[in-house]
């Protein structure tokens, strides 16, 4: 089988993150994140690309987006270096569709549903590891031991940008610019909704049926 090239997209919270993983573990392939990226090079000088403000973090900590041309770059880097992905948080706008569709074709599209109520209540209990990613939940996905990943044992952190001010914020943005993402793939044979407001074992059972069905 030739390693799937998988776009997910969906709300900040939706669990894009946590269903990649599932995802590039079951089929082999890279998680390309445009979020991780941007947090491991939070303070890269970005002066010389037109943008308003010299580094993402200012950008990222009030939950609006980075220039396309930083984002572009560094998906489009990291497309060309993989065998197969899934690709999480790009595009976001309509302008990173058109981009994405001179780098590369796509086997499936997902896209994650869940309601805005839900939505708060996963981005504000969320905590990540440190040191390797993982995502957690307070409560709806709790670490064996409280603030240490069971992956790794590393320190579980609240993100900069997951207080209630940022996430209403980003949400804004989801609607604004990300809807019309997901509205300008809809008709493809290729785009399947899932109902992410399931238990994380069900949305991921869905997510492994429609894949399995799209790359057959
Ligand atoms: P995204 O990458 O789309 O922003 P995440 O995968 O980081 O979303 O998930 C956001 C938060 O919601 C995390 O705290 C995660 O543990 C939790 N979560 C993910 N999927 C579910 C689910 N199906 N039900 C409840 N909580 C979930
Ligand atoms: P979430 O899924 O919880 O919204 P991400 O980790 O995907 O968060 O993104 C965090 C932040 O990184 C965004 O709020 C934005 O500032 C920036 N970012 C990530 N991906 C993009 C993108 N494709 N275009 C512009 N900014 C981005
Ligand atoms: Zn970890």
């Not at 207080?163 to 914020?169: A, C």
């Amino acid at each position: 089988m030739v390693a799937p090239r998988i776009l997910i997209l969906g709300p900040p919270g939706a669990g894009k993150g946590t269903q990649s993983s599932n995802l590039a573990q079951e089929y082999g392939v890279e998680h390309v994140t445009t979020g991780d990226a941007l947090r491991a090079n939070k303070q890269m000088d970005i002066s010389d690309m037109d943008a308003e403000y010299d580094t993402p973090a200012a950008y990222m900590d009030a939950g609006d987006l980075v220039p396309d041309k930083v984002v572009n770059a560094i998906v489009e880097k990291a497309l060309s270096q993989a065998n197969g992905f899934v690709l999480d948080g790009y595009p976001r706008n309509l302008e990173q569709a058109a981009e994405l569709e001179g780098m590369t074709d796509l086997d499936v599209v997902l896209s994650l549903d869940v309601s805005r109520e839900e939505l708060i209540d996963r981005l504000t209990g969320r905590r990540v590891c440190d040191d390797c990613s993982a995502n957690y939940h307070v409560e709806f996905s709790p670490p064996e031991e409280a603030g240490v990943c069971d992956e790794c044992g590393g320190d579980l952190i609240q993100r900069d940008d997951d207080n209630e001010g940022s996430v209403r914020n980003r949400l804004d943005v989801f609607d604004e610019n990300t809807q019309p993402v997901i509205d300008h793939y809809r008709n493809d044979d290729d785009f399947v909704v899932i109902d992410g407001e399931q238990t994380p074992g069900e949305v991921w059972a869905d997510i492994r049926a429609a894949v399995d069905a799209q790359i057959e």
